[in-house]
């Protein structure tokens, strides 16, 4: 019997042992991270300003999901180019992999997704601001996870309004993932950091 489980409540230890998900220590497989970042204008850093400045005067009550996407997300996604051609956005897909003996089928909505045609990047959200982003890790895996594109590497973000975090993930051989340092709104210049890492993304993807 097929066993299904919904990306909500799967966990990271069933990646590994239903999809062989393993995770890559070499400091050299995700370097798109850091390496040849953009320079922000100050146009760009003004408006990270204002979303910060935003989100604090906010965050005074629970910020939920629908308030996160709207105030912070929107816009770093606006500002790095992804609501521009060739990129397109589809919101709540539903995605669905299985595991390569077909007992496990993972299904799952994604709250946000961008794409071109030959490759996707998952933009997941945690569900409430005040949840870790350690909770998120395991559903953007599973939703890369379900990326028909397989020759190429797949790249995660996720946000809970104040804290980001990148994601990495092949599928050639054994799929393999790795994550970026943890990025905050409340440290100085982090805001700038993730567009900046945004912006490269969105050159790798037109390469």
Not at 35 to 50: C, I, R, S, V
Not at 119 to 142: D, M, N, R, T, Y
Request: aromatic share 12%; proline share 5%; glycine share 6%.
């Amino acid at each position: 019997m097929v066993e299904t489980i919904q990306s909500q409540n799967i966990i990271l230890h069933d990646l590994v042992e239903k999809f062989g998900l393993e995770r890559n220590g070499d400091e050299q497989f995700f370097r798109e991270w850091q390496d040849n970042l953009p320079e922000l204008t100050d146009f760009e850093k003004q408006a990270l300003d204002e979303v910060k400045g935003d989100y604090i005067h906010l965050s005074e009550y629970p910020i939920l999901e629908p308030i996160v996407k709207m105030v912070v997300l929107s816009p770093l996604l606006r500002l790095a180019g992804f609501y521009r051609a060739p990129f397109y956005v589809s919101a709540e897909k539903e995605v669905r992999i299985v595991s390569e003996d077909e007992g496990t089928i993972v299904t799952g909505r994604l709250d946000l997704l961008v794409f071109t045609p030959q490759f996707w990047i998952l933009v997941i959200e945690a569900k409430k601001a005040q949840f870790s982003l350690e909770a998120g890790i395991p559903q953007a895996l599973a939703y890369m996870l379900g990326n028909p594109n397989s020759e190429k590497p797949g790249f995660g973000f996720i946000t809970n309004g104040p804290n980001f975090i990148f994601l990495k993930l092949t599928k050639q051989g054994k799929p393999k993932y790795a994550r970026s340092n943890l990025f905050s709104l409340d440290n100085k210049d982090d805001l700038y950091t993730v567009l900046k890492v945004l912006k490269r993304f969105n050159q790798l993807l037109r390469e």
